[in-house]
């Protein structure tokens, strides 16, 4: 029964996110791994606030808001090269999250 890989990268960095997803897809590429995406979700603000004291009853700053960039990827079967991409070291700014599902065949 083959395997499912669902790799979800997200950073604020979308520059190194392009980066690293370009990588893996050339990657999938050279060795002839089916690889669907990746596909691009849509973009998330977050918003922080800012305190100026630790107390509750402290003032606040401005909020800080940055966004987030998430790609995923989804490889069938390949479970070598999966395994390989996701123990790989990526840079700080990037997290990665890796969901595995086994496919059953019908019948």
Same mark, same amino acid.
């Given at each position: 029964m083959p395997f499912v890989t669902r790799l979800t990268l997200q950073s604020g960095d979308r520059e190194t996110l392009e980066?690293?997803?370009?990588d893996i897809k050339e990657r999938a590429e050279r060795k002839g791994v089916e690889l669907r995406g990746p596909n691009p979700e849509p973009q %998330? !603000? =977050?918003?922080?606030?800012q305190y100026d004291r630790l107390d509750p009853d402290g003032g606040r700053f401005e909020s800080w808001t940055y966004a987030v960039y998430v790609r995923s990827i989804v490889i069938v079967?390949?479970?070598?090269?999966? %395994? !390989? =991409?996701a123990g790989d070291d990526y840079p700080s700014s990037i997290h990665l999250t890796v969901d595995v599902e086994q496919v059953n065949n019908p019948g």
């Open positions: 980066r690293v997803v370009t %998330r !603000d =977050v918003t922080v606030p079967g390949h479970d070598d090269f999966a %395994r !390989d =991409v």
